[in-house]
């Protein structure tokens, strides 16, 4: 089949790559962008394993078309750390939570948990496990996950109401 | 990499018509959350596809006809339709449905065009477009027709849609929603990632009394071979009580329901449910009529 180039944004990068045409966004992202964070999982998008954001949306990348992906902006979890390798507000609330076993799942959850951290809002844990309910996890029992996405949206989106009419006292 | 032999990305839905045309194998591509899935599968074969995708300009969003038909296109998300004002306004009950299939990201990408396509019972959306009596537009080398969905569905996994036709609107007329309050249940495994094992939609529009059922629909999925209502259902609910009524319409709807022995679940197991879901989606939809009947 035919080889196309597709251009897009990739982490922030204006990138130009050949693709099959047979290809899905899981193959080019990970086989020839060699972004190894979006994971090869069940490829019939039940695990989330390959959630990546595009324009902003946490998408399965295995049921979406390389063709697709024209002209759109791409997150994965390599362009989330800083420059100076501090990490991202997800990232380090998993790190301090130890939402992480074997980390297979962890990419993609971590990308559903920046869409949820980005929209401002904050959630319920019942409203967490809803967000989540597109991944897989065989090792944690996603206790600490839904810990872990509890404090990354609460601190940043989270009420700082009493703390901040506090301060106003104090001051 | 999917075993695709021919790629066609269409530019309007006239430009996927002709391509459908040429290409007599080619099958359409919207979401791509069954067609992927069953190429994986190795369902068809080498596969032929014309994808309409990128067709947002043509085939995306909700909109409000001046005589206040709601107007789907076929490409939008689950997800988009279950947070569109028009439709979160005019008839909640199919934001509710477009929020159970599959889990977020897939919501993200299957669209309710397809839900329609795929022909399949099980569609979370499918029975309550039937409630909703549904119609669908068909874009093909002759122009347009219109096929009211009880006319849609022709077995099991297929339609009437020929294969060179684009489904381009699903069209809602007011005097179809205007009045009722709905309620859908999906009866799976999980809350999540699920193929429902039962899907009952009921459509009420109670009295001033808010009790007395004025009319009502009853459509199901996977209640048989393909999504469809429940006359006698809806024959012994008419005219009665909510409270009269829910006692009643469990064991009226299975006069015409004949679910079937799957893998999922027995036809024993799936008449329960067809008489347990009818009576709680009339209680559950009139209660949002300002009913309050209990089905306890």
Known sequence: ?????????????????????????????????????VKRGC?????????????????????????????????????????DGTLDVVQQAFVDEFAVQCGFCIPGLIMSAEEMVRS??????????????????????????????????????????????????VA | MYDIVYYHEAESVQDAVRALTEHP??????????????????????????????????????????DETICIGPITWFHAVNTDPICQERIPV??????????????????VGGNLCNGITSADTASTFFAFGAELVLEGPNGRRVVPIEKWYAGPGKTVREQNEVLVQIRIPKSHYEGFTGEYIKYGKRRALEIATMGCCCLVKLADDHETIEDVRFAYGVAGPNPCRSEAAENIARGKTVAEAAPLVGEAALEDLHPRDSWRASKDFREQLIKEMTKRALVEAAAKGGSTASWK
Request: net charge negative; glycine share 12%.
């Open chain 2, 94 to 111: 199919l934001c509710d449905a477009c929020d159970t299939p599959g889990g977020p990201q897939l919501r993200v990408s299957g669209t």
């Open chain 1, 120 to 169: 401002g809002k904050t959630f319920t844990r019942d409203e967490i496990r809803k967000c989540l309910s597109g991944h897989l996890c065989r090792c944690t029992g996603y206790q600490n996950i839904v810990n872990a996405v509890e404090k990354a949206t609460n601190l940043v989106n989270g009420m700082v109401g009493e703390e901040a009419s506090g301060t106003e006292e």
């Open chain 1, 1 to 37: 089949m035919e080889m196309r180039i597709l251009s897009c944004t990739v982490n922030g990068k204006p990138v130009q790559v050949g693709y099959d045409v047979r290809e899905c966004l899981l193959d080019t992202l990970h086989d020839r962008l060699g972004l190894t964070s």
């Open chain 2, 25 to 66: 194998e080619a099958r359409v591509i919207a979401g791509g959350t069954d067609v992927l899935v069953q190429i994986r599968e190795g369902r068809f074969g080498p596969c032929e596809l014309v994808s309409i995708h990128e067709l947002r300009d043509e085939l995306w969003g909700v909109t409000l006809d001046e």
């Open chain 1, 43 to 83: 490829e019939v998008g039940e695990c989330g394993a390959c959630t990546v954001l595009i324009d902003g949306v946490a998408t399965d990348t295995c049921l979406y078309l390389t063709a697709w992906a024209e002209g759109k902006t791409i997150e994965t979890v390599e362009g989330l750390q800083a420059p």
